[in-house]
């Protein structure tokens, strides 16, 4: 996985922006972020439900695992790149998109 399929992942989704989130590049959907993605550091954020995130770090919590603080206890999970298969990060994305989108929205693509 690299940044770039990771991008083009996150704006395949119905009416995603991309915009600065301080150093970090972020990805929302009715103004509210579903991922962000530090190349610098060779990872992604992903807000996930806390079912959702026990799930997805089972897999390997080196690579898949809760950010550190209130906000890891909320969900957000840090991604690693290049250790992480592309088809669990899209399957990953779907759920944190689905998450944050607005449900009338969600309802219209389902």
């Avoid at 080196?62 to 209130?70: C, E, F, N, S």
């Avoid at 990953?92 to 219209?108: D, E, F, G, H």
Wanted: net charge positive; proline share 5%; charged share 25%.
């Amino acid at each position: 996985m690299t940044a770039e399929t990771f991008r083009s992942i996150c704006l395949s989704f119905p009416y995603v922006v991309e915009l600065p989130h301080f150093e970090l590049t972020s990805f929302r959907v009715s103004k509210k972020i579903f991922a962000t993605l530090s190349q610098e550091k060779h990872r992604a954020m992903l807000k996930l439900s806390q079912v959702d995130q026990s799930v997805f770090c089972s897999f390997d919590k080196k690579i898949i695992y809760p950010v550190p603080g209130a906000w890891g206890k909320k969900g957000c999970t840090y991604f690693e790149f290049g250790k992480v298969k592309k088809e669990m990060l899209k399957d990953a994305l779907t759920q944190a998109y689905y998450n944050v989108a607005p449900k009338s929205l969600s309802q219209k693509i389902l």
